[in-house]
């Protein structure tokens, strides 16, 4: 690669990490403060570790517009949804049906076929149709019945780049009586998101992707009135409302989020995400959208040219950050992968569906040069 190239004009992963201008230095200047603060011989550490963590639960909770003390951090999406799981009062799953899509993230739905026989569930999974790359949410509805007692949403697929229609699958999941999740990884950052449009029983994501966070800092939200009902079985000393009370015949869970928390939290990821969710929230948010359109529209626009057959939603209402594209019968993901990074092209693929996103650093100079390793792809294969 040349110096060129080193510059982030081709990074197309915002689907996996997420870059901004900035980052390295940023989480440098924050993991060394960390650093300092742990390890200054004083009595402040735990004060100022989770200073830094409750500036993340804020800035998160500000966001996606959490009332305050409905919001918390977790590990990551999976740990998030253990916890709500393992918190409901017992009829809103025993004996019902939980839902999901067949093109959820698949970690979610290894817990949930895990999780099915101790909660008594019954896991029901909307299958995608034939030859297509997302599940449909008229298929969702037709599965949607009384007997389901929460159905997780996706708000943006990982696979294709599906845009779930919330509006109206919240509103069929209030006909049904059902309580609605929603994993809004793929999607947050970048398209709107607010717990209360439409409103939500809760709400799970990490900070990486669009926001450009680290790994291990994730968030579970719960709305009230559910969340003065969960008692969460995944419960340590810091799901009380006074983490040092030691008192084993004591325990009485937070009056708030912070009884989804449990034993010691993952503060360094959180205190290393702070900087990306500061310079978010300092971005014009609907121009970041208008730049990542712009040039998703370039590349849907030049895919048939290239030989690639598009796998994401073509209407842009329906459609997160990501452009899927179909790589050419014949043509190897891996050395693909391999031909474009050696340009200064970072993309990655799930199968033969290679995974296009691009953000603030990419730009159309990058997206050209995409264009010209996608061409030789397409002469290689």
Excluded at 49 to 58: E, S
Excluded at 217 to 238: D, M, Q
Aim: one cysteine or more; proline letters at 5%; hydrophobic letters at 40%.
């Amino acid at each position: 690669m040349t110096q060129e190239t080193q510059d982030g004009s081709g990074y197309f992963l915002y689907h996996s990490i997420g870059m901004y201008p900035g980052k390295a230095e940023d989480m440098e200047a924050a993991f060394s403060g960390f650093s300092k603060s742990w390890g200054a011989l004083d009595d402040g550490q735990w004060m100022r570790a989770l200073g830094a963590r409750q500036q993340f639960i804020d800035l998160w909770s500000d966001l996606i517009g959490a009332p305050k003390g409905t919001l918390t951090s977790a590990e990551n999406v999976t740990t998030a949804l253990y916890s709500l799981i393992g918190a409901l009062p017992e009829h809103h799953l025993k004996g019902r049906t939980l839902l999901v899509a067949g093109d959820c993230f698949p970690s979610l739905h290894f817990l949930l076929v895990g999780l099915a026989k101790r909660f008594g569930f019954t896991l029901r999974t909307v299958p995608l149709r034939p030859g297509e790359s997302w599940v449909r949410d008229e298929d969702m509805i037709a599965a949607w019945d009384e007997s389901v007692g929460l159905a997780l949403l996706t708000f943006v697929t990982s696979t294709a780049s599906h845009r779930c229609d919330l509006e109206i699958l919240v509103a069929h999941g209030r006909k049904m009586g059902s309580l609605v999740g929603v994993d809004i990884t793929q999607g947050v950052g970048l398209l709107p998101f607010h717990v209360d449009q439409p409103q939500v029983d809760f709400t799970v994501s990490t900070s990486l992707k669009w926001l450009c966070g680290t790994p291990g800092a994730g968030i579970i939200h719960v709305a009230e009135p559910l969340l003065a009902t969960c008692e969460p079985e995944l419960r340590g000393w810091f799901s009380q409302d006074n983490i040092f009370s030691w008192d084993l015949d004591a325990f009485a869970y937070a009056g708030d989020a912070r009884r989804f928390d449990h034993g010691t939290p993952s503060v360094l990821a959180c205190a290393g995400s702070v900087p990306a969710l500061q310079w978010h929230a300092r971005q014009d948010q609907p121009a970041l959208l208008a730049h990542n359109r712009s040039l998703g529209q370039a590349i849907i626009d030049a895919a048939p040219s290239l030989g690639m057959e598009l796998a994401s939603p073509r209407d842009a209402a329906r459609r997160g950050g990501s452009i899927m594209l179909k790589l050419p019968e014949g043509a190897d993901p891996a050395s693909s992968v391999d031909r474009l990074r050696d340009q200064g092209i970072f993309t990655d693929c799930r199968g033969r569906t290679m995974r296009l996103s691009p953000g603030t650093v990419t730009n159309a100079e990058g997206v050209d040069r995409l264009f010209a390793g996608l061409r030789g792809v397409a002469k290689a294969a």
